[in-house]
């Protein structure tokens, strides 16, 4: 991906991954849209970087989408990079009866949300030079984690969602990218303090490198043990990880 002269829309960009890519793409000279539902987050990081802008999103809402992709075009027809970073992740219990808010507020985020957002832009972006589709799964994609399955399955499903669109998308312009994070420190499962987890300015600084090159997925050194796991023997991976994660995350 280029990575200087674009203008640049990043879903869930108030805080955690999405503000640290805003930022580091703002820094290199990129105009950089953010979005959320949470108006104060965006409003801190507008302030904190003079010349990036912010619309208000809910990425579960359908109608929402629509409004904020007319905006966009309206505003910003020179918009050539969709970032759908959105998520939200909570425990669940996969082993027993699914609390069906979050078995649908999970889908609807993680799984509909950036597929809309895409859809809403995807005509526009084919008329750009450089253009991007980046979508941030997970590692969890490759190796779920059982204490937070509805999660990982999305991510699974996105990252499925990823390689047709690639395919589909082969003949035109537009460069499809999986950004698939390890355990970072954001807010997400309250991990913004976790020793285990990788800094998040190491994540970005590692992440920033690899964009900026050929590679279609995009993968720092601690998440390709990973994605690497995918395959007839992927058992047993997954199990260790998840004894692990069960000591870490499980309730008391």
């Known amino acids: 991906m280029k990575l200087t002269g674009n203008t640049i829309f990043i879903t869930g960009g108030g805080s955690g991954i999405g503000r640290g890519l805003a930022e580091a793409l703002h820094k290199r000279g990129n105009k950089v849209i953010i979005a959320g539902r949470r108006r104060s987050h965006l409003n801190a990081v507008v302030a904190a970087n003079p010349g990036m802008e ?31 970073n959105a998520g939200v ?13 979050v078995l649908t507020s999970t889908i609807t985020t993680n799984v509909l949300g950036p597929i809309r957002m895409t859809s809403a832009l995807i005509e ?15 590692v969890l994609a490759f190796v779920p984690m059982a204490v937070t399955g509805i999660y990982s399955s999305t991510k699974a499903a996105i990252h499925s969602y990823v390689l047709s669109q690639r395919f589909m998308l082969r003949n035109t312009g537009v460069r499809v990218l999986e950004i698939a994070p390890p355990w970072v420190r954001t ?17 970005i600084a590692e992440t ?15 998440a390709k043990q990973f994605r690497a796991n995918v ?21 008391a």
């Open 54 to 84: 912010a619309i208000e999103l809910d990425i579960t809402d359908p109608a929402s989408i629509d409004r904020a992709a007319a905006k966009l075009i309206a505003d910003h027809p020179e918009l050539n990079v969709l970032i759908n």
């Open 89 to 101: 992740m909570q425990p669940d219990n996969v082993g027993g009866k699914i609390d069906d808010a």
């Open 124 to 138: 526009h972006l084919k008329g750009k030079k450089n253009a991007v589709v980046a979508y941030t799964s997970s």
């Open 187 to 203: 807010e997400l499962m309250n991990s913004q303090e976790a020793e285990q987890a990788m800094p998040l300015d190491q994540f």
């Open 208 to 222: 920033m490198t690899v964009l900026g090159t050929d590679a279609d997925e995009i993968l720092v050194d601690g």
């Open 231 to 251: 395959g007839p023997d992927e058992h047993a991976l997954v199990n260790g990880f998840n004894e692990h994660a069960l000591a870490l995350f499980a309730p």
